[in-house]
Nanobody, 124 residues
Framework: QVQLVESGGGLVQAGDSLRLSCAAS????????MAWFRQVAGKEREFVAF?????????YYTDSVKGRFTISRDNAKNTVYLQMNSLKPEDTAVYYC????????????????WGQGTQVTVSS
């Protein structure tokens, strides 16, 4: 069982940047596939990005954030990051970190481990 803790959210203006962090408790973190999702109250959780375990050489972004967001990981620190640039009001959501030892992809129901979420609010 791995615990995931997100941090780095906040209130920013449109066009600003934020860097979210997700710290994992498991020393085998490097083997986990990791992903970011986001959710607005009353709506379904939306896939944002994933990065694979081991070398982290495979990654994918949803179209709405492509070119603005970057997912990365530092296995020595057991941490995955989401760098968010050129933020838009429609990026406002609670952002969740997810992990799995086997699965990687867009399906939120296939990830075994989740953090508690961190709020990102982008004002116009």
């Amino acid at each position: 069982q791995v615990q995931l803790v997100e941090s780095g959210g906040g209130l920013v203006q449109a066009g600003d940047s934020l860097r979210l962090s997700c710290a994992a408790s498991d020393q085998t973190f490097s083997r986990y596939n990791m992903a970011w999702f986001r959710q607005v109250a009353g709506k379904e959780r939306e896939f944002v990005a994933f990065i694979t375990g081991s070398g982290g050489g495979r990654y994918y972004y949803t179209d709405s954030v492509k070119g603005r967001f970057t997912i990365s990981r530092d296995n020595a620190k057991n941490t995955v990051y989401l760098q968010m640039n050129s933020l838009k009001p429609e990026d406002t959501a609670v952002y969740y970190c997810a992990g799995d030892r086997v699965y990687y992809g867009r399906d939120r129901d296939s990830y075994d481990y989740w953090g508690q979420g961190t709020q990102v609010t982008v004002s116009s």
